[in-house]
Structures are given as structure tokens and as C-alpha cells.
């Protein structure tokens, strides 16, 4: 029987094959009180357990080909630093020595309570960084009960689309040997390891599918539409032969965008328009030279600050990591964010703990520039350790978060006691170099004079800015559905913004996922945006239509969208865009 599902884009393309189920490893385990004399029999079970699944990783970090994406090595790193982790290891075996819990029991114990704080984090791709310490769990665990990574998958068939619940980054490394076509999973959201890896593959993956595991059987024909997140069961002969038509034509055009690669972009009026990368790791900034990027539009840094349980990052350690990413670009620029995270994250250098009390409403409370400030020790030497890496190429520092003068204020000052103190000790840095404000909160679109008057440059992040103007967190089932980037009152912010910012002269770019989707492409454009940040493996797309596109003609059809407020005429108006 036909049937169909629905889930979250997060791959374009369409993949047609059989459904390959993986089962995720049983968290429902044996739960028994172990005597005084097993519990270093016990804790040495764990060891051992532990020591297997590291065998694992560097294996598979051994048979990486020399073309694989530069996340797949990323995220095997992740886990092995989430494998060594005190929070993980240290405390479970305290809790086999302490409650005297068999080492299962023990390990998902730890595991909920890890789980707990990363329910709490606001930010989506922190949040999804929960997947990555379960499928760490899940992977002792099936070392603990004689099994490792993906069990039978030598055995798939070819063509396969895979079916999960949830798929580790390192296990997607074992069907290396297999042609698979997709991903689907119950969980996971834009920013979830599968999503970025299947990304990076350029593979369609729909992620969100509630219940596609246990609904899809072993071999099932299955119709994977990236595009849409739309999952297609056993389809009829007609839509079978639809989609690989469409197929077939989405192949030819993928060869087609990669003679793109190199060539200018510019508007068919001749306007230049930057394309440039967002990264999460230093490594990736290898993804975004291959993929023509012309720079850094947003290079987060919160995965140092992640890897720590007890301190923060070191300023050496951070300043190697900045300096890693920019002399990858080879001499492009690098915008580097300040940490994005508060009392909303669950790092125990800020004080957490199982008795630690997170904000009543994180998205609002102490977190990103408010965070900084009130931890200026901390924040100096992240801003000592982006300087220093200003010395190996072009670096610009972005601020998350402002609203408000003093904020601004308070920054700069901080920024140039950095400065001061790398002055006194003698360290060389770019002393012009410059900095800028996310634009994320509807306070600082529409105060913008104070923003451009004092910085740089400007980057509307429009995931935030939708979530803070329509009160909607996207990653809430409940109210998902209204989330939308083209509610006019999210478009004239941005409208707004790029306006202004122009006639002051200040440079200003879209860092959000709106940035990413072909289909705004022209609707950006036609508000005067000339700087684009996205994922690598979006960019041929968006630089298609911009190599389409002609500003002029696009003032009528962009200039009717803003004028419109009902969600027709709305409608209508980008329709008008997209023909023009």
C-alpha cells in the first residue's frame, strides 16, 4: 500500500531505491545493583568497552578517502573528544562505584542526565549536539554487548536509502563500500550531523520523519524528495516514472552547476555579488574554498567552548584553531563570531551541574554578547585570540546579540584592551581589523542608526530575527508550522536593513538560512542585498540565480511583495519575482 510521509528538507534531490532499516542499539538495558567485590571488574568492563569503540573511530578515520568532505573527519573527532570526556566518563564510573549500578545502567543514567541540559539550550544546532553524545552511548553500549558500528550493512543491497531512527556521522562512514541513494530518520533537524553530512555528499535526506522506522519495512521502494521532505512508500507506476524523470533532470543539472564553480558572479547587469561560506569547525573552511566561496560569511566558534568541562578554552588553543581556518582560505576573508552561548548552555565552566538551575526563558535571558560581557576575562581572551589569528590573513570580528549602545560600547572597549594587551606583550595582530553586529533582534533592526554608526559592518542572521519577531521557536512541533521567512513583517525588517545600511555605506550580508534557498535568491537581490553567506554545498544553486538575475527588472516585482500584507497577495507578488 502507497503511503506518504512528511519531514524536513535538509539534502536537495531525489533519490529513488530500497529502504535499508537500521536498528539503533537497545537504550532499554539490564538495570542491576553489582556487589562491592565486581565494581572494578565492572568499571574495567567500561574500559574495555571504551577502549573498542576508540579502535572503532580510528579506523574509521584511518579509510577516509582522500576526497571525502572535510566533515566527515570533523565529526569523528567529535565523538572520539565526546568518548574522552570527563562528563561521560569520569561520571559514570562514579556512579558504578558510588550507586553500585551495572555499567549499562550506569552509562544511560549519565546519558539522561547529559540529555537534560541539552533539552534546555535554545540554540538548534547546539541543541542537536545531544545526538552526538546518544550515538556515542549507543556505541559502548553495543560494544558492551559484542557488537560494533553497523552490523549486516556488508549485506545491502545496492541503491539503498537508509532508514533510522537516528544515524551517527561515523556509521554513515560504513556504507562507504555501498551506493546509497538517501537518508531518512525520525529525528534531527537542519543543523543534526546527518543533515550537514548529507549536505556535504550532496545526497537528498529528509530528517523529522516521525515514525519512518517503524512504518518502512526492510525493502520497501521508497521515494526520498529532498526538496520537499516529502518520503514517498511503495509509489504508484505513475509517480514512480515522474520522479525519475525528475531525476534525471535534477543529475543533469547538478554537472551543469559545477562548470560554475570558478566563473565571476555577477548579475546579468553586471553587479558583483559575494558568495561567501558558514562554517562550524576550521576544517571546513577547506569545503568552502572547493566550493568557489569567495570568503567567511559566519565561522561559528562555539565547538571549543563545547569540549570543556571544567574551563574554558585556552587562549592558545582558540588561537589555533582561528588560525587553522584563516590560512585555509588562503588569504580570503574570515568573519569570525564571538561565542553564541549563555546561561541557555549546558557548559560546566559557567557553572553548571546537576544542581544547576537554567533561565526561566534561555532565548531571552543571559546568553551570546550579554553572556560575554558579564565574563569579560573570558571574552578578552577570545577577542586576544581572534586578533592574534588576524596577523596570518583577513580576519573581521562579528558580535552576536546587540541590542543596545552600552553593549556596543562596552564591546568595543573590551576589543581595544585586547588590543592593548596584545600591544604590551609584543604579539602582532591587524590593528584595523573590523568588526560587526548580527542584526537578530527586531530592537537592533529597527535602532539601526546606533548600529551604523559605531561598527564595521552588519550580518542579518534571519534565523533568529524570524524566531524573535513572530515568537516562534522552529524547533517546537507545536508551532513549527509558523515559522515563515516571508511574513511581511520579517521581510521589512531585512528590507529595512539593507536599505539604511546602504545609504550609510555600511556593508551588510544575510548569514541565515534564507541566504541558502535559491528560490529568495531574487527576492534578496531585489532588496539590495550584494553578500550572501551559506553551507558550501549551496552555493552553485544561489550563484545560478544570481548569474540570472537583472537588478533592474527586479525593482517592480520586489517593491509589490513589501507592499503586500495578505499572504495571497503575497504569493502572487513572488511569483511575479521569480519570472522577473
Known sequence: MSFTLHGIPVSRGIAIGRAYLIAPAALDVDHYLIEPAQIEGEVERFRAAQQRVHEELDTLRADLAADAPSEMGAFINVHTMILNDAMLVQETIDLIRTRRYNVEWALTEQLERLSRHFDDIEDEYLRERKADIEQVVERVLKALAGASGLDGVHGACDEMIVVAHDIAPADMMQFKTQTFQGFVTDLGGRTSHTAIVARSLGIPAAVGVQHASALIRQDDLIIVDGDHGIVIVDPAPIVLEEYSYRQSEKELEQRKLQRLKFSPTQTLCGTRIELCANIELPEDARAAVESGATGVGL??????????????????????????????????????????????????????????????????????????????????????????????????????????????????????????????????????????????????????????????????????????????????????????????????????????????????????????????????????????????????????????????????????????????????????????
Open 299 to 580: 565561522f561559528r566558534t562555539e565547538f571549543l567552548f563545547m569540549n570543556h568541562k571544567d574551563r574554558m578554552p585556552e587562549e592558545e588553543e582558540q588561537f589555533c584553531a582561528y588560525r587553522r581556518a584563516v590560512e585555509l582560505m588562503n588569504g580570503l576573508p574570515v568573519t569570525i563570531r564571538t561565542i553564541d552561548v549563555g546561561a541557555d548552555k549546558p557548559l560546566d565552566s559557567m557553572g553548571g551541574g546537576d544542581g544547576y538551575e537554567t533561565a526561566a526563558n534561555p532565548a531571552l535571558g543571559l546568553r551570546a554578547i550579554r553572556w560575554s560581557l558579564s565574563e569579560p576575562q573570558m571574552f578578552l581572551t577570545q577577542l586576544r585570540a581572534i586578533l592574534r589569528a588576524s596577523a596570518f590573513g583577513k580576519v573581521k570580528i562579528l558580535i552576536p546579540m546587540l541590542a543596545h549602545a552600552q553593549e556596543i560600547d562596552q564591546t568595543l572597549d573590551l576589543i581595544r584592551e585586547a588590543k592593548r594587551q596584545l600591544d604590551d606583550a609584543g604579539i602582532g595582530y591587524d590593528p584595523n581589523v573590523q568588526v560587526g553586529a548580527m542584526i537578530e533582534i527586531p530592537a537592533a533592526a529597527i535602532a539601526l542608526p546606533l548600529f551604523l554608526k559605531r561598527l564595521d559592518f552588519l550580518s542579518i542572521g534571519t534565523n533568529d530575527l524570524i524566531q524573535y519577531t513572530l515568537a516562534i521557536d522552529r524547533a517546537d512541533n507545536a508551532v513549527a508550522h509558523l515559522y515563515d521567512p516571508l511574513h511581511p513583517a520579517v521581510l521589512h525588517l531585512i528590507a529595512f536593513t539593507l536599505r539604511e545600511a546602504k545609504r550609510a555605506g555600511v556593508p551588510v550580508s544575510v548569514c541565515g538560512e534564507m541566504a541558502g534557498d535559491p528560490a529568495l535568491t531574487r527576492l534578496l537581490l531585489g532588496m539590495g542585498l550584494t553578500e550572501f553567506s551559506m553551507h558550501p554545498s549551496q552555493l552553485l544553486e544561489v550563484k545560478q540565480e544570481v548569474l540570472r538575475s537583472h537588478l533592474k527588472t527586479l525593482e517592480k516585482p520586489v517593491a509589490d511583495v513589501l507592499a503586500s500584507f495578505e499572504p495571497e497577495e503575497v504569493q502572487a507578488a513572488l511569483k511575479r519575482v521569480a519570472l522577473a
